[in-house]
């Protein structure tokens, strides 16, 4: 498997905001957002064995594995293969996976995975809106949205997006500056807050852009 790298850190996003997580980003993605804040993993990486792989995930005391990119379900396979090679150790690892939505996992994946964070790609994006798989929906997995907000028209396009899915609890609906610096959250966090106070949404913020800014590794 192509990887751009690991890390300990913190989850800076979503449902598990502030709670320390062990990074697996995989090389490569299906799209090319206008606002992809880590193009290196287009392309750049290594092809690391999947003993490597555990190996250095075990050097971490951290229990919390996040397979983010790049998009981590172009590797489900392997994926899969590593996170069944994980619980037959002696640890409990919780699985979370941030994905664009656009590739159906497999139903071993989702028997695997605990949670799900699926970012809808909008007009901002650069690619064209697509509609989401019916897999979200399902009962038996958690799924969370993340939807990035860059200006006021993008909240418009999530209110057409949101009406034409199928019932999803607003509460698993999460806005996200688009910002790579404090300043800009700064600037877009209360007109994001504004528009969650009317629909009942939730706000992330990006606590790894408040911390270190447009790093790698953190």
């Not at 192509?2 to 300990?8: G, N, S, W």
């Not at 190996?55 to 951290?62: D, L, N």
């Not at 293969?81 to 699985?95: H, I, K, Q, R, V």
Request: hydrophobic letters at 40%; proline letters at 4%; a negative charge.
């Amino acid at each position: 498997m192509k990887i751009a790298e690991i890390f300990y850190s913190i989850q800076g996003e979503g449902i598990y905001i502030g709670l320390p997580a062990i990074f697996v980003r995989v090389t490569g993605c299906n799209l090319k957002c206008s606002f992809c804040d880590t193009k290196y993993a287009l392309t750049e990486g290594t092809e690391m064995s999947m003993v490597d792989i555990i190996k250095q995930i075990k050097s971490y005391s951290c229990e919390l594995i996040v397979f983010t990119g790049g998009e981590p379900l172009l590797y489900q396979d392997q994926v899969t293969e590593l996170m069944e090679s994980l619980l037959n150790t002696s640890l409990f690892y919780f699985f979370e996976i941030e994905t664009n939505g656009k590739i159906t996992p497999t139903k071993r994946m989702l028997e695997l995975v605990d949670s799900w964070v699926v970012s809808p790609k909008l007009k901002n994006s650069g690619v064209k809106p697509y509609e989401l798989g019916d897999w979200i929906y399902s009962d038996d997995i958690t799924v969370t949205l993340k939807f990035v907000v860059d200006k006021e028209s993008d909240l418009h396009d999530i209110s057409i997006y949101v009406d034409g899915m199928k019932a999803f609890d607003t509460n698993n609906i999460f806005l996200m500056p688009q910002a790579t610096t404090t300043k800009e959250q700064e600037e877009k966090l209360p007109l994001i807050i504004d528009f969650a106070k009317k629909f009942g949404y939730r706000v992330t913020p990006r606590l790894q852009i408040l911390a270190y800014g447009l790093k790698r590794g953190v």
